[in-house]
């Protein structure tokens, strides 16, 4: 069964430091997303894309995230510089839906533990 | 704004009890999707449910089971005969037409002991 791979699944990294995390969708998919989950609560969109664009990216805090999709397949988000309320899951979801893409169901990753210290 | 409300954070059941998550859910829009999603201790959340807001019909799907009320605004979830692998954490969450985001709720930790 085809899955969303994330990588890494834990990464620990200093304040100030810059950190990258991978997703690869589903093959097919076109729409990838990216959540930030705080403990104890529940995922929060940073930003979407449809292939290789951006849908949406007003929850992403652009001073210091960054999110691309260079060829429409895998994708990367990076924060730099990382701060100690950074620390979360970061979630990678895809979906075969272009249109209203929001109104289907989303394939989840397993994720990225980040502890910023 | 649309907004997600999961009053239980956690609920602990013996197996083989029924247990019931309450969802309440807020929107403006007359056209809009509710999901349930679990997510196990894995960390991966699974897809187990969508809704629209024109269908108001029960859902059931073997242990699982659903039941969206309008009138007051809820979505809320089942399991009937609850096993130790049903433990994990629980969302339910709201799509809306005009607003391109799926706001989730806090969720609902289960915990079903032997």
């Known amino acids: 069964e085809a899955e969303v791979a994330q990588s890494p699944r834990y990464k620990i990294t200093e304040k100030s430091q810059a950190v990258a995390f991978w997703c690869d969708p589903i093959s097919g998919h076109a729409t990838l997303y990216w959540y930030r989950q705080i403990l104890g609560q529940g995922p929060e969109l940073l930003v979407q894309?449809?292939?290789?664009?951006?849908?949406?990216d007003s929850q992403l805090p652009k001073d210091r995230f960054s999110a691309e999709r260079l060829k429409g397949v895998d994708s990367t988000l990076k924060i730099q510089p990382a701060e100690l309320g950074d620390s979360a899951m970061y979630l990678c979801?895809?979906?075969?839906?272009?249109?209203?893409?929001?109104?289907?169901?989303?394939?989840f990753g397993p994720g990225t533990r980040l502890t910023v210290t | 704004a649309q907004k997600v409300t999961q009053a239980q954070t956690e609920i602990s059941v013996v197996e083989k009890e029924d247990v019931t998550l309450d969802c309440v859910y807020e929107?403006?829009?007359?056209?809009?999707?509710l999901f349930w999603y679990k997510q196990p201790p894995s960390g991966e959340l699974v897809f187990l449910i969508r809704r629209n807001s024109f269908d108001e019909q029960n859902e059931i799907s073997g242990r699982y089971s659903w039941n969206f009320q309008k009138s007051t605004s809820s979505f809320n979830f089942t399991i009937t005969a609850s096993q130790v692998v049903d433990s994990a954490v629980y969302f339910c969450a709201l799509s809306e037409a005009n607003n391109n985001d799926m706001r989730f709720g806090a969720g609902t930790r289960l915990t079903v002991k032997p």
């Open positions: 979801a895809s979906s075969p839906a272009r249109l209203a893409a929001m109104f289907h169901e989303q394939y």
């Open positions: 929107t403006r829009d007359t056209t809009y999707y």
């Open positions: 894309f449809q292939d290789e664009s951006v849908v949406d």
